[in-house]
């Protein structure tokens, strides 16, 4: 068991930070207040550093000008958010002046200049405060080096007295526009941290819309037409052969139980979760139910030959998922839309990717999309599914007749789009 603890000198560090926040803040809000107070105390401070002589030295005899002066230098710092430079120029001018006619140069009669000096290095950039930093530290330093009042100190302590002095608020307010900045850039990554959460989060939801909107197109378009076929050829074949018309119904019914079977495993991974208490989820289907698919189109009266080239190799889930669903889509489409009777499917092998072709050679119906793809998502929904693995499409017409659909997929895509290709 561990304990922490904070020292005392972090908790004034702490303590002084959150009482400079709130003075930023009530700051904010109500500038000009804050304003008079700071100005009221900055006169009190000059006035009372236009008093204070070295011990023996005559005080300059020059009160109401000096206290003119520095009341006109005050009235300029009410001016310091809107013009920073000018409050500084003024303050620093009635200083100097104030210092020449012979006043002691202490921090106090300093105050209304270092205010002024330190807003200045707060809301400029640095090379503004640098320029008029050191032209007024000159100013002073050499109205301080010709004072009567410091007569008898040398000139080294006379001219290093007012750099030192005037140098600590450039400091101050030169960390705390940095601070400032610091907080701005902070407050600022961490919108666009959010904002790109926000962003990738209706992403993956149009991601995830788009993988449900293909299996449900897939699974409901593949098995209607199917059982819309078979509920043709069972029609024309009643009364000549009620033998084939019987078996095409047993058909039919497995038809319509496969599509509802799909379907919920469809909508049931949308409500399935980690508990380990759910019913488990069917496996997704892949090339090795080109069986089961073949038998359901001849049932349809389309009769489909299956070919392999190559060596059959092991495909990860989401290539065996997409080459099934792009073989189904494009005999599904033979079945509504060309008035084919034979569809020819060949797997090729070839390296690391798997080759389909899936052709015919009937005739293009009028209503088909086959001519015009732009009408229907099936030719779209194949393509999308092969490009989000890294695999390509092309369909279209053959110069000899009928319709073909070439697919080229990798046989182990990238870890990127094998997550996103998992869903049955």
């Known amino acids: 068991m561990s304990t922490s603890s904070t020292s005392p000198a972090a908790a004034g560090t702490s303590l002084e930070r959150r009482y400079t926040d709130r003075l930023e803040q009530y700051a904010d809000r109500c500038p000009l207040a804050v304003d008079v107070v700071l100005v009221l105390a900055l006169m009190g401070c000059a006035t009372l550093g236009s008093h204070l002589t070295l011990p023996g030295a005559e005080p300059p005899g020059q009160d109401r000008a000096a206290l003119l002066l520095l009341g006109v230098s005050c009235l300029a710092l009410l001016k310091h958010r809107s013009h920073p430079r000018t409050a500084v120029a003024v303050t620093a001018v009635c200083t100097v002046i104030v210092v020449a006619l012979g006043y002691l140069l202490t ?41 009567g009042s410091m007569g008898h100190v040398s000139p080294l302590l006379r001219t290093i007295g007012p750099f030192l002095w005037l140098l600590l608020p450039l400091a101050a307010g030169t960390m705390t526009r940095l601070r400032r900045a610091y907080l701005k850039a902070v407050q600022a990554r961490a919108e666009h941290a959010e904002r790109t959460r926000e962003e990738e989060a209706r992403l993956r939801v149009t991601e995830e819309r788009m993988r449900i909107a293909h299996e449900l197109h897939d699974v409901v378009a593949h098995h209607l037409a199917l ?36 379907l919920k495993a469809t909508l049931g991974l949308l409500r399935h979760n980690d508990d380990r208490h759910s019913a488990p989820l069917e496996p997704s289907p892949g090339l090795a139910r080109l069986p089961e698919l073949v038998s359901a189109c001849a049932s349809a009266g389309l009769t489909v030959t299956v070919s392999t080239e190559g060596e059959p190799r092991p495909l990860s889930p989401g290539v065996d998922l997409t080459a099934f669903r792009i073989v189904q889509e ?41 001519g015009a793809p732009s009408r229907g998502f099936g030719v779209m929904g194949m393509r999308e599914r092969a490009h989000s693995i890294g695999g390509e499409l092309r369909a279209g017409p053959r110069p000899e007749g009928g319709f073909e659909v070439t697919t080229a997929l990798p046989l182990q895509p990238s870890s990127a789009v094998a997550e996103e290709s998992k869903t049955p």
């Open 330 to 370: 494009a005999l599904t489409n033979v079945t509504k839309h060309t008035a084919a009777e034979a569809a020819h499917v060949r797997l090729a092998y070839s390296g690391s990717r798997l080759l389909i072709t899936v052709t015919n050679d009937g005739p293009a119906a009028t209503r088909g999309p086959e």
């Open 227 to 262: 059982a819309n076929a078979q509920a043709g050829t069972a029609a024309h074949l009643a009364l000549t052969s009620p033998e084939q018309t019987k078996k095409i119904l047993t058909d039919l019914t497995g038809t319509t139980s496969s599509a509802l079977r799909e």
């Open 107 to 147: 921090p106090l009669l300093l105050a209304p200049l270092m205010a002024a000096l330190y807003w200045l290095a707060t809301q400029t950039d640095r090379r503004t405060t640098r320029v008029h930093g050191v032209t007024t530290m000159a100013a002073m330093m050499v109205a301080a080096g010709f004072s």
